[in-house]
């Protein structure tokens, strides 16, 4: 039961151009979500989050948009670079049911920026 | 100065065998968490502890027994090891733990077990 799902494994895109990244989610209880870039051989980084009383929040080329009646999110990655290519996670925070807060991931996008 | 280190890095061993996996952090966060990603990629909680307290045990075999000696480490010990606990395993870390935290991530442990 997978309650965020990335659907694309993979993305190229030319170095300038933007890159889409999209995340969809199931769970209506989920009130923050997350953004993640992952190189080989580290751990998962934190990129930018949003907040479910947003629509929008950037930070600097990284835009995320959330779109609460679809229950999706995208991020948007203007202009991509090579340094860019990596997995990217989406993650919702939200409460379990011994209600602790915690983080459902998907499974990931491998974003490919091609010089 | 890594912020969330974990060791080893790789971990070969045979089926039956018992071992750990150390993860430390110099955050001062805490709240620490244990995840698993599998073949299928995703990456998913299996425990957390606050302050030492476990707060999050997702349905784990009991071969597998976190520990907290202090806030700053939390280390995980499996029993018995069986093909399908190969996988990379991540520790994190964050302030606490509420709901709009960033966890930190340390670079992960790939245990093949043959």
């Known amino acids: 039961d997978q309650q965020v799902k990335q659907n694309s494994p993979s993305l190229s895109v030319q170095e300038g151009r933007i890159s889409i990244l999209n995340c969809d989610y199931t769970?209506?209880?989920?009130?923050?979500f997350l953004w993640y870039k992952k190189y080989p051989a580290e751990g998962p980084t934190f990129l930018i989050s949003i907040s479910s009383i947003k629509d929008k929040n950037e930070d600097g080329r990284f835009t995320v948009f959330l779109n609460k009646s679809a229950k999706h999110l995208s991020l948007h990655i203007v202009p991509s670079q090579p340094g860019d290519s990596a997995v990217y996670f989406c993650?919702?925070?939200?409460?379990?049911?011994?209600?602790?807060?915690?983080?459902?991931f998907g499974k990931g996008t491998k974003l490919s920026v091609i010089p | 100065d890594t912020a969330v280190s974990q060791t080893p890095k790789y971990l070969v061993t045979q089926m039956g065998n018992d071992k750990s996996i150390k993860c430390e952090q110099n955050?001062?966060?805490?709240?620490m968490y244990w995840y698993k990603q599998d073949s299928k990629k995703f990456l998913k909680i299996m425990f957390s502890?606050?302050?030492?307290?476990?707060?999050i045990n997702e349905t784990v075999p009991n071969r597998f027994s976190p520990k907290s000696p202090d806030k700053a480490h939390l280390n995980l010990h499996i029993n018995s090891l069986e093909l399908g606990d190969s996988a990379v395993y991540f520790c994190?870390?964050?302030?606490?733990?509420?709901?709009?935290?960033?966890?930190?991530f340390g670079a992960g442990t790939r245990l093949s077990v043959l």
């Open positions: 993650a919702a925070s939200g409460i379990n049911g011994a209600g602790s807060y915690q983080l459902t």
């Open positions: 769970n209506s209880m989920f009130d923050y």
């Open positions: 994190a870390s964050s302030q606490d733990p509420g709901p709009r935290v960033i966890q930190y």
């Open positions: 955050l001062g966060h805490d709240t």
């Open positions: 502890y606050n302050n030492k307290e476990l707060i």
